[in-house]
């Protein structure tokens, strides 16, 4: 029973993400925000909404730090990896030139990495220091997304000042339909509850089963609250916009890690850095190596493939996901 509840909960997050994805697309054309900032910060929210409730979920009413810490970190992996794949199944001719990175998702892939870092830092000091139950680590990673966010506003700016419209030929301001009001509401608050149910069933399945929370956490929930990250990378991909794909899959990982601010404000318990098993900083190292991995691989859009068809690098980015899961049940 708690499998189909488990299913059935991560069915309603992919339809209603899919759902809230379009709308986010429309709230781009209704209100003249720039795609960039919808494709970085508020696509990036939206894919990660069911991260959110889910981490929060476990953390807060589950009590299970593990298995909040599995989902933000699992679920970055489950993105760069899905990227990855999807790369390797759209594929069509095996002589066409390799995408590149643009600069802004570089700039945004940079910026995970970072924020990555903090998050491995906090759980090798494992709660040493802390402000009352607040590890320290927490605010630095929060700071360092604001911070980040900002420095990526004014790349967006300056690079919409070098397209503005001439003066006095601007669009004129909209307001938001009702439609599309009622999608954003109707399906947010789907994802919100669904995502409750995957943190209670998940954690259940981690008891019977015998799995534990940290592999489940990395698992299972990571994958089902990645779903709209899948349908939206997806979609892009299939319209041959590998940037647009990426740009979502990086945005979605920096707030993923600044998720766990929240996460440790509400785990009043202790730091929740420190309740982390060790096998945490193993997949979040992995995070890291994946990300530094799309990296130079996006910058030098290496040319090498297996049988001639699929790319090195993917192929090994997709390798280095399923090595992950297959340490962290062995370390169960």
């Not at 489940?216 to 990250?229: D, F, K, Q, R, Y």
């Not at 040319?303 to 899961?325: N, Q, T």
Request: glycine fraction near 8%.
């Amino acid at each position: 029973m708690v499998w189909f509840i488990f299913l059935a909960a991560a069915v309603v997050v992919l339809i209603s993400g899919r759902r809230l994805t379009r709308a986010g697309d429309r709230l781009a054309e209704e209100t003249g925000i720039s795609r960039g900032f919808v494709g970085v910060i508020l696509l990036g929210f939206i894919t990660s909404l069911p991260e959110l409730v889910s981490t929060l979920s476990a953390t807060l009413f589950n009590h299970a730090p593990n298995l909040a810490m599995g989902n933000v970190f699992g679920s970055n992996a489950c993105n760069l990896a899905i990227l990855a794949f999807l790369e390797l199944a759209v594929i069509k001719r095996a002589t066409g030139p390799r995408l590149r990175l643009d600069k802004e998702s570089r700039l945004t892939a940079y910026l995970s990495l970072i924020i990555m870092s903090l998050a491995l830092l906090g759980l090798t000091a494992r709660g040493h220091w802390h402000i009352f139950h607040l590890d320290l680590f927490s605010p630095v990673i929060a700071a360092a997304y604001i911070i980040g966010l900002r420095k990526l506003h004014c790349y967006q700016n300056r690079e919409a000042a070098e397209s503005a419209v001439a003066p006095g030929n601007e669009p004129p301001a909209r307001t938001l339909s009702y439609e599309l009001k009622k999608s954003l509401l109707l399906n947010g608050g789907l994802i919100v509850a669904a995502a409750i149910t995957l943190a209670a069933s998940a954690g259940r399945i981690a008891e019977i089963t015998g799995w534990g929370t940290t592999f489940v956490g990395n698992s299972l929930l990571a994958v089902a609250t990645s779903l709209p990250e899948i349908v939206v990378t997806f979609s892009a991909m299939r319209l041959g916009s590998f940037a647009m794909a990426a740009g979502n899959i990086f945005g979605s990982n920096i707030f993923n890690i600044t998720i766990l601010t929240l996460a440790d404000l509400v785990y009043f318990r202790g730091s929740l850095f420190a309740a982390a098993a060790p096998s945490q900083g193993l997949v979040a190292a992995i995070g890291l190596l994946m990300t530094g991995l799309y990296l130079f691989a996006g910058h030098y859009a290496s040319e090498k493939r297996i049988c001639g068809r699929w790319p090195a690098d993917s192929l090994l980015e997709v390798g280095i996901y399923i090595f992950s899961l297959y340490a962290l049940f062995t370390l169960r």
